[in-house]
């Protein structure tokens, strides 16, 4: 009897559940549909108190009381995302390429983190203005 391949067979690896991902930042629904009060819910406004488009599912047509409610309803969500597309516009026209805008997106973070620090260290008592300048001449006379 020969001993040759005799290593046990590999057991099994167990399946690995992936966890579902869950959006940062998905729009909620309306905290009014549905509600019992008649006086709230159906809608008898095209877009009801509170409504947000960015934050906000959109409402179906059951959610007003009268057809020409959603239509009106459908028009400002439009106009609403028709004023965003033509603000990406003018944004990609001065800033060219999606490479260029990321960089300034960037830039506008680190200002922001920077205006922070700023304001933090204004409230310790310590001069910004001069800490700079000294570090800028500093900058100077090692180049040099």
């Known amino acids: 009897m020969s001993k ?6 590999p057991t099994p690896a167990k ?3 992936k966890p579902t991902p869950v959006k940062a930042r998905g729009r ?12 709230v ?3 008898k406004v095209p877009v009801p108190e509170g409504f947000d488009f960015k934050a906000h599912k ?3 047509k059951r959610d007003f009381e ?10 400002a969500e439009l106009e609403f ?3 965003a597309f033509h603000a990406q ?8 390429s999606a490479q260029d805008r990321g960089r300034a997106k960037r830039l506008i973070k680190c200002q922001s983190k920077m205006d922070e620090l700023r304001q933090q260290l204004t409230a310790q008592g310590v001069d910004v203005d001069k800490l700079l300048a000294d570090a800028a001449k500093e900058a100077d006379e090692a180049a040099a």
């Open 15 to 17: 399946p690995t559940v």
């Open 58 to 60: 959109a409402l179906k």
């Open 4 to 9: 040759k391949n005799r290593t046990p067979a």
């Open 41 to 43: 819910y159906p809608f």
């Open 89 to 96: 516009a003018e944004e990609a026209k001065k800033l060219g």
């Open 81 to 83: 995302k028709a004023l």
């Open 66 to 75: 009268a057809d020409h409610m959603f239509y009106s309803f459908r028009a």
């Open 28 to 39: 909620i629904n309306f905290p009014l549909v549905g509600s019992k009060n008649e006086d």
